[in-house]
């Protein structure tokens, strides 16, 4: 059919309907080219981490194994790496969020004397650079002559950790009114009873975000890390030793676990939001 | 600990003698730095009467309510809560239960978890619990809602949920902060009338504040009006009306004419443009040199034979259906003038005409005259 001549208003036509089609799909057309430069390269790692590569380097597609992912600890150090990291991540954002809970509760709710100093000494480490932070821990430590190692390590994430704490659950609490914990002591609710049965169940999805927000940071974080780990390799600073002598596909694989993990909690959230809107309407 | 505090204060509060003020403030001042938001205020409320704390906005009403609720200390002064001095008490250990203008429900509880949230605290549980927090669902027309969230009800639900949740600990005294402020016009007025007649079916004392000075008259026996962190006056509604004792509480209820004079004698007053006026019998004691007397604008009779008589010129006039209002300008400024349309047939006063003022001195009152009194 193509073949068969077409006359000319009807190629107008055409013509007009492919304009018609872009312009109607521009914005289409514009997300997926967005959504491609932003998961292309997780694609990549995805794709790599079931490549069966020869020699050191993981670069160019040469075969399908499953291997990669049954001997996924079959690097040495990568297991200890990943013990470390998961160890340090989960007791840094557990403690920079039950402290950062208890900074934000005190920045909204009570006045005290240095309370604007010490707004504005939150915000410091977010907007300091890695290096600088990483460096300046270094030199502290090395003055208190502390022992590098897991502490310094554990030390150094609470420590940027807590302003994400604090921004993340002041937000939250900003936002809620100030009556409803004066409204629970009305009705009987001494200090700790208000805190139990108001302020923490309104502040809990906040702190859960807080909590998800310092895993995430603490587990990739290099540069701090770097600076203030002594002998000891977290996950990371594995990666990058091995990638100076050729990274091997495991560590592909444990970015695509470390993804699907993610992908996954964030799904369940917005799966769990969804079911209590539908709920509630 | 709080739970035999409250058996302890029921317990008191049935041992006091009868006559006991189930609130009294002595002396309280209240300064928050350099502002003073209460001044030196003593108020007694009877148990059992429905108070209303008046007053323009920043007066202190809120910051009074809340010194009673626990939730601000005294600068100075005292608090007693029937026989017991309250000062340094925290609010879950105060037999007072607050109704908030925000409503303050908690948003992640359940309708019937909100009312039972006080009955919890002091340990009610299983039927009885039930039993009394249906009750009160029952009582504020809302049984059937317990499942709900608090997004779930309108304003006006909302309203009545925070009444039952702070009725249903049956306090001492129920304080109301302008609880009716986010509601609209004919809601308000309803529920002023629920309000009113609820609190006469729970005999409970209820302290309402409020800046709507019908609403105070409505709802309340007896009304504080306040000021500047002061109490200007404190009378039933129909004593504030009719016998307002300073120029700020004449103009705060309702419209009244202040005439300003200076005292002529017993029981008279030279106005400004030298006509004498009468005025009730015994007002002026107290009074010497300037005085400004005061009219209400439905007391005035046009062209009658009463004993005073101002003249005077119809500049404006307004037709409000039951009534009609005029301003007359007189020698001695402008008069608000209301005439009841209770004729029909009467010709209406028309702008420009001439006409003589004319009251019974018994219907005026004498305050001290105020710069900015209206
Ligand atoms: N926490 C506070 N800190 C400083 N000043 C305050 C505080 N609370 C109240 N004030 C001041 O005290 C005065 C009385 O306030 P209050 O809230 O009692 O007034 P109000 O009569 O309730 O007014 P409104 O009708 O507007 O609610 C005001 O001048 C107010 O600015
Ligand atoms: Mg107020």
Redesign the pocket.
């Known amino acids: 059919m193509s073949s068969i001549a077409v006359p000319a208003r009807s190629r107008r036509n055409t013509l007009a309907t492919t304009l018609g089609f872009v312009r109607r799909h521009l914005l289409t057309a514009y997300s997926i080219l967005f959504f491609a430069y932003l998961l292309l390269p997780i694609a990549v790692v995805i794709l790599f981490s079931f490549n069966h590569p020869i020699g050191k380097f993981n670069y160019t597609w040469q075969g399908f194994t499953w291997d990669n992912w049954r001997y996924w600890d079959g690097v040495p150090g990568i297991r200890s790496s990943i013990v470390l990291s998961l160890q340090i991540a989960l007791l840094a954002s557990i403690v920079a969020t039950a402290l950062g809970t208890l900074i934000a509760l005190a920045l909204v709710r009570y006045g005290f004397r240095g309370r604007g100093t010490t707004n504005i000494l939150i915000f410091l480490p977010l907007s300091t650079p890695e290096i600088v932070l990483g460096a300046s821990l270094l030199t502290l430590f090395l003055n208190l002559n502390v022992v590098f190692g897991f502490w310094t390590i554990l030390i150094a994430h609470i420590m940027f950790c807590i302003s994400f704490a604090v921004v993340t659950v002041k937000a939250r609490l900003v936002g809620f009114d100030r009556h409803l914990e004066e409204a629970a002591m009305d009705l009987g609710a001494n200090e700790w009873t208000t805190f139990r049965k108001v302020t923490l169940p309104l502040s809990a999805p906040a702190i859960l975000a807080a909590l998800l927000l310092c895993f995430a940071i603490s587990i990739d974080d290099f540069v701090v890390t770097y600076f203030n780990s002594g002998n000891k390799v977290t996950f990371p600073l594995f990666v990058w030793g091995a990638a100076r002598i050729g990274a091997p596909p495991q560590v592909n694989v444990i970015g695509t676990a470390i993804f699907v993990i993610a992908i996954t909690v964030m799904l369940a959230n917005v799966l769990v939001q969804m079911r209590r809107a539908k709920r509630v309407s | 600990m709080a739970v035999e505090e409250r058996i302890q204060q029921s317990l008191e509060r049935a041992a006091e003698p009868s006559g006991t003020p189930d609130v009294r403030l002595d002396r309280v001042t209240k300064k928050?730095?350099d502002?003073v938001?209460?001044d030196d205020l003593s108020l007694e409320i009877p148990r059992g009467s429905f108070f209303a704390l008046l007053?323009?906005?920043?007066?202190?009403?809120?910051?009074?309510l809340?010194m009673i609720g626990g939730f601000e200390e005294p600068t100075a002064g005292a608090i007693y809560l029937g026989e017991r001095e309250v000062s340094g008490t925290p609010p879950y250990k105060r037999d007072v239960n607050t109704v908030f203008q925000s409503y303050a429900l908690f948003p992640h509880l359940s309708i019937f978890e909100n009312v039972a949230f006080g009955l919890r605290r002091k340990g009610t549980r299983g039927g009885i619990l039930k039993g009394k927090v249906e009750e009160m669902l029952d009582l504020v027309q809302l049984s059937g809602y317990g499942k709900r969230k608090p997004r779930q009800l309108s304003g006006g639900q909302q309203q009545r949920v925070a009444l039952a949740r702070a009725l249903v600990n049956s306090p001492r005294v129920l304080l109301l902060?302008?609880p009716l402020g986010a509601l609209d016009l004919k809601l308000r007025k309803e529920m002023q009338l629920f309000i009113k007649r609820l609190q006469h079916d729970v005999g409970i004392t209820f302290i309402h504040?409020t800046?709507d000075q019908e609403e105070a008259m409505t709802m309340a026996d007896r009304i504080a009006v306040?000021n500047q962190?002061r109490i200007e006056q404190l009378g039933t509604p129909d004593e504030l009306y009719e016998l307002p004792q300073t120029a700020f509480v004449a103009g705060f209820l309702g419209i009244s004419n202040l005439l300003r004079g200076t005292v002529a004698g017993p029981d008279a007053v030279r106005l400004g443009d030298g006509t004498t006026i009468r005025v009730r019998t015994g007002s002026l004691a107290g009074h010497t040199g300037d005085v400004a007397v005061g009219i209400r604008p439905e007391k005035i009779r046009p062209d009658e034979q009463d004993p005073n008589a101002l003249p005077g010129v119809v500049r404006e006039r307004a037709y409000i259906g039951v009534s009609t209002q005029y301003i007359v300008e007189t020698r001695n400024g402008n008069v608000t003038v209301v005439v009841l349309n209770d004729r029909s047939g009467t010709v209406p006063h028309s702008p420009g005409d001439h006409l003589t003022l004319s009251w019974d001195p018994e219907a005026t009152f004498v305050v001290d005259p105020m710069e900015e009194a209206e």
């Open positions: 928050f730095d502002v938001a209460v007053g323009p906005s920043g007066c202190g009403k809120t910051t009074t809340r902060d302008e504040v800046h306040m962190g």
